[in-house]
């Protein structure tokens, strides 16, 4: 054969060859049969730094009794559509990021004590993935659908539904939740411990206790969190026992949002140097339609001083002369 057609003939190849993977179903990801138990890391290569591991999962894992599939960083698994369940034992964990930069996306994580569990060195991304039904007692301290003890993660069109006792917990700092929907959980929808976190774009609706909450106590303990985070354009309506958005802390702001027609108030602040602005929250105190009217108010603040900033809020009820 000339060497000229020879050298044609391989371009070619190597062009349809390189198309071919380009179409590749998988686009790139290592299709693997994850089992209970298995643990997902870093390229084992001797290129330095390591490669991550790109997975797609071809099957469910279920029924499994300790920590389903643990994803280290800065590897990423896709889930496919599948689902990861825990038999609903003590301690169980349904996937667990750990190291830095792991990304878990797309199928769902169910049954288990913590549904997403981020540790380690954080930035990590979880996005399209569900957490529902998952039950924690006592052998996880902060169990839930999504528990993020880290820091600078991202949660991206999440959903939290039916969880016990929370749809997302968030201890770290610079976290973000956004585009995603709590709801139907046992207490709270989300409640944020850490500082400079952000919760933009999100419905946190008809959760039992408080829908979104922002504290600086854990375990009766006061701790140093839960300042300068941010609240922006989300929804927190029709909570079944109490606040739309309760903020116990200080340097906060929520903007942008309503929170309408829960039980007992729409907003209420007890901390202090909070900004709220530009909310919508009306028809709160629900709770006279059952006949106990336990005294709430679409905003609330108890503090005489006008220590927290309200500014062009639209209600109708407050508790006190500060809020406007």
């Not at 590749?24 to 290569?45: H, I, Y």
Request: proline share 2%.
């Amino acid at each position: 054969m000339d060497k000229s057609l020879l050298f044609i003939a391989l371009v070619l190849y190597m062009i349809l060859g390189i198309a071919a993977c380009d179409n590749d179903n998988n686009q790139g990801f290592e299709p693997v049969e994850l089992r209970c138990g298995d643990n997902v890391t870093e390229s084992s290569t001797k290129i330095v730094p390591p490669e991550s591991r790109k997975i797609i999962t071809t099957s469910d894992v279920l029924n499994c009794s300790s920590t389903a599939v643990t994803l280290q960083g800065p590897s990423t698994l896709d889930l496919n559509g599948k689902t990861i369940s825990c038999d609903g034992s003590a301690g169980t964990v349904g996937i667990l990021l750990t190291g830095q930069g792991a990304t878990v996306k797309n199928g769902s994580v169910e049954n288990c004590e913590a549904g997403v569990l981020a540790v380690g060195e954080g930035e990590h991304t979880i996005e399209n993935v569900e957490a529902r039904d998952n039950f924690g007692e006592r052998d996880i301290e902060l169990p839930g659908g999504f528990v993020i003890v880290s820091n600078d993660n991202t949660l991206r069109n999440v959903t939290a539904n039916g969880n016990h006792p929370v749809g997302i917990q968030v201890v770290g700092d610079g976290n973000l939740v956004t585009n995603s929907e709590v709801s139907e959980n046992d207490h709270m929808g989300i409640v944020i411990f850490g500082n400079s976190n952000e919760i933009s774009e999100t419905q946190a609706n008809n959760n039992n206790y408080v829908n979104i909450a922002i504290i600086n106590v854990i375990n009766n303990e006061l701790v140093d969190g839960g300042n300068n985070n941010i609240i922006s354009n989300v929804k927190a309506n029709n909570n079944n026992f109490s606040h739309g958005i309760f903020i116990g802390a200080n340097f906060n702001t929520i903007s942008g949002s309503e929170s309408s027609n829960n039980q007992i108030s729409g907003i209420r602040v007890i901390g202090t140097n909070n900004t709220i602005n530009s909310n919508v929250s009306l028809g709160n105190n629900k709770s006279v339609e059952t006949g106990i009217d336990r005294e709430g108010t679409d905003l609330s603040d108890p503090h005489p001083d006008c220590i927290n900033t309200w500014q062009e809020n639209d209600f109708v009820t407050s508790d006190s002369f500060c809020i406007q």
